[in-house]
């Protein structure tokens, strides 16, 4: 059932504002990518550059401008808790190590998030001018054309994609899951964006995706538009997936159950 979303001042719905900030932000992003920028570390292999900084700001001035009563979670700005029902999660760069380094596989995130449940996600990729969208109730879609999730049932059938995150110690369990399971699978995609990959196993072009500990803005799109695209979508024991869940993983019922019994007292799991 979908949720009654709030109007923005202007009088538009959540979604076209929130399409209007993901465009903006992708707007900044092409006209940046591949010139200089100002880049800082947060810890080991964890970056942020100016841009993500001028994005944020971008997108944040038209969230607030049009919803100046709804709150805001953002990957710059986390110490900034929404205390409203209603609350906007951005990440306004996700994927900065390939954006620095001059790939051109990064994304924007806006969502809408009530009582802390996603009703509202967008996953934008401004190199392709790719838009996934999804609405609790209301469907996914990618660019307007409805998506879907695998159809595959076996994982020796399949393209698996994952993150390594910023812990060492839980990032080498993922290897040595993947060590594991191969050649139990096809091939293996280390994304460098974690929203495309969830975007990208809702969408069926990775049959499955999964991560040890990922922030709420990295999963906020991801946590609507997999289910709306028939998909599963659980913390890494297969249970409730939130903003703050324990891991994720994300694919159609069958894989999702065949993972879970492979992956079964694997380090990662227990970790």
């Not at 538009?12 to 903006?24: F, G, K, N, T």
């Not at 812990?167 to 974690?194: C, E, F, H, V, Y």
């Not at 028939?230 to 159950?257: E, F, M, Q, W």
């Amino acid at each position: 059932m979908s949720v009654e979303l709030p109007r923005a001042a202007s009088g538009r719905s959540a979604r076209d504002v929130a399409e209007e900030a993901c465009r903006l932000a992708g707007d900044i992003l092409r006209q940046r990518f591949q010139n200089k920028l100002d880049i800082t570390y947060k810890g080991r292999g964890n970056l942020t550059t100016d841009v993500d900084h001028q994005v944020q700001d971008a997108v944040l001035g038209l969230l607030r401008r049009e919803f100046p009563s709804v709150g805001s979670l953002a990957e710059e700005a986390p110490d900034v808790a929404p205390t409203t029902e209603y609350y906007w999660v951005v990440d306004p760069l996700d994927g900065t190590r390939n954006f620095a380094t001059g790939v051109p596989f990064f994304s924007v995130v806006v969502a809408l998030a009530r009582r802390g449940e996603v009703v509202l996600g967008l996953t934008y990729d401004p190199m392709r001018d790719e838009l996934f969208f999804g609405e609790r109730g209301g469907g996914a879609t990618l660019n307007g054309k409805p998506i879907a999730v695998s159809k595959r049932a076996r994982l020796e059938d399949c393209t698996i994609g994952f993150d390594l995150g910023y812990d060492n110690a839980k990032a080498l369990t993922a290897l040595q899951l993947m060590q594991r399971l191969w050649p139990g699978m096809q091939t293996i995609r280390i994304m460098g964006s974690s929203a495309l990959g969830l975007a990208y196993a809702a969408s069926g072009r990775i049959d499955l995706y999964f991560h040890h500990a990922l922030s709420p803005w990295d999963v906020a799109a991801g946590l609507v538009l997999a289910p709306e695209a028939g998909g599963v979508y659980t913390d890494k024991h297969g249970g409730h997936a939130g903003l703050r869940s324990d891991g994720v993983i994300v694919s159609n019922r069958a894989l999702h159950a065949e993972f879970l019994r492979v992956t079964a007292g694997s380090e990662w799991a227990r970790t």
